[in-house]
């Protein structure tokens, strides 16, 4: 029987009946297939030896549904390295998985581009009560009409245990049981494209997790030790036998997007993939998702510790081809200036209005300098880069975590700092990110949370202790208490959202709502233009930034993180309003409908008072119009 095949690896549903398996494993001499539950079940299964160390079978009466597993050697029963469904978990047997039985509706998606979007960070077992795929569906529209325009799902490739962040997962190609089935997770996808959602999946290519993890019983040759992995073993892209290896994640990358129709990818932690092939493996994987999307169009986001910039130019400019990269750099000057805490890996930012200036018109803030931190330089340049290409976020799932308590923002700080804070991330030109629950100003915390065996457990309960040592206050014996088990259920019951706190927390949802609706219909903030903005620092804790638009229809954000300022004299030109008009007030974050205490004009006959703790957009307007406050 001629089998039709999409991936290299994998069991696959053939069109004319029947189930192929295609399973790499060079390391045992024989390979049976063991179906355990179905059609045709028990029995074993020899499977052919195929060239370079693949093996292969063809059973005619296995369906959607069947329950296997491949014995090497005759000694062991294994689950499949790319199991599209493990519904006992990794150490359990995998399921053959049909994906043309899913019935989808968003024929017409042209998918996302990175340019105008606004992310929204969501981790499925914590947003709901529910921690599933379908609960977090149900929940599509509000997000939407909240101004969120691409769900960022982090990882959901199976992982061992009841509870984890996803980021130790071992089936690269079976989203995790907890969440539901493979087809629940593309319903996810296809409603949200409904409400006009793009959604793209959080992937960890740069290692496996400790736990589950039976690679080896089929290759040794999946990793290597030419390299030093943070995490464990370093993934072979380029040493012996990787072609297999890199078909394995080249096949995964291009199956979320075709199978689930997702619209792009997050790359975890991109200075952890090691390859020194003629093509960078990354630069592979952002050419095999644009093909896969088959002219649908694609967001590739990468998180790279060392703020390498190349990894978002054209491969034809010698680039590795992705969209964007997130920008810690601008987390850290934020978390300083709104906590006044610059330790650890803070040290080298100070939290000055100019830091914030300098990133909005140029990315990174270090793109080479020295910084004392790692006793080096870091980063690398990216004048020339636009806007979008990097992600701005005050929030995410490690800096929450990392935070001493792992209390979310407003705890750390004061509401019209925040309030400040958020104005500037929402209408900078970049492409702004929230985690999930920030835009109600969520209460609940957000933990490190894992759940392992015993011996395992202990060991990540020591090293997340170990790692908040590097903050002087949270080393303290009395903050140390405070560090959660990562391993105890209530830890990880504690960070699930109340969604009710949308209503009860209603000033802070309104907030989030009206600058991103700002943000989307202005036309001068929505601009994204390069180059389309210049700012000044006009006194300690305050800055301005000049939004350029066309004919002189431009927009002034005034940013106040400290005490009142008043600027007399005025001496700087970004102040001047456009030929013949006034500047008028659209947005103020001191509104009372948000918690403010209101907004007199900062143009006065006094010259300009910036309010303290305080952030104002305006616009011009006829001078007739204005008055001097």
Known sequence: MKTKRRYPIGAEVQPAGGTHFLVWAPRPGKVELVLESGPGAPAVIPMKALADGYHGAMVPVATAGTRYRFRLDGKGDYPDPASRFQPDGPHGSSQVVDPTAYDWQDAGWPGV???????????????????????????LAELAACGITVVEVMPVADFPGRFGWGYDGVGQFAPVWLYGEPDDFRRFVDTAHQNGLGVILDVVYNHFGPSGNYLKEYSTDYFTDAYKNEWGEA?????????????????????????????????????????????????????????????????????????????????????????????????????VALTGRNEAYYTDYLGKPQEFLSM???????????????????????????????????????????????????????????????????LAPGTPMLFQGQEFGASTPFYYFSDHDPELAKLVREGRAQFTQQFRSLATPEMQSFVKDPGNPSVFEQCKLDLGE???????????????????????????????????????????????????????????????????????????????????????????????????HPDTQENWRMQGHAAVALAPVPREDKKDA
């Open 502 to 600: 949308r209503e009860r927390h209603r000033p802070v949802y309104d907030l989030h709502k009206d600058l991103l609706r700002l943000r989307r219909e202005d036309p001068v903030f929505s601009a994204q233009a390069p180059r389309g903005l210049d700012g000044a620092v006009v006194a300690e804790e305050c800055l301005v930034l000049r939004y350029f638009g066309q004919e002189g229809d431009d927009r002034l954000l005034v940013v106040n993180f400290g005490r009142d300022v008043h600027l007399d004299p005025a001496p700087e030109p970004l102040l001047a309003p456009p030929a013949g008009m006034a500047w008028g007030i659209v947005w103020s974050s001191e509104d009372p409908k948000y918690g403010g205490t209101g907004t007199p």
């Open 113 to 139: 581009s990175v340019k105008g979007q606004v992310i929204y960070e969501m981790h499925v077992g914590t947003f709901t009560k529910e921690g599933t795929f379908a609960a977090a569906q149900n929940e």
């Open 235 to 335: 993934i072979n892209f380029d040493g012996k036998n990787s072609r297999p290896v890199r078909e394995f994640f080249l096949a995964n990358a291009a199956y979320w997007i075709e199978e689930f129709h997702l619209d792009g990818l997050r790359l975890d932690a991109t200075q952890q993939i090691f390859d020194a092939s003629p093509e960078y493996i990354v630069t592979a994987i952002a050419r095999r998702v644009r093909k896969a999307a088959a002219g649908r169009q694609t967001i590739l986001v990468a998180e790279n510790e060392p703020q390498d910039s190349n990894l978002v130019r054209p491969a034809t400019a010698g680039g590795n081809g992705l969209d964007s990269l997130w920008n810690d750099d601008f987390h850290h000057s934020a978390m």
């Open 360 to 426: 909005l018109k140029y990315g990174y803030l270090y793109q080479g300098q020295r910084y004392k931190w790692q006793k080096g330089r870091r980063g690398s340049p990216g004048l020339d880069l636009p806007p979008e290409a990097f992600v701005l976020y005050i929030q995410n799932h490690d800096q929450i975590a990392n935070s001493g308590r792992s209390e979310r923002l407003q705890f750390l700080t004061s509401p019209g700092r925040l309030r400040a804070m958020t104005a500037l991330l929402l």
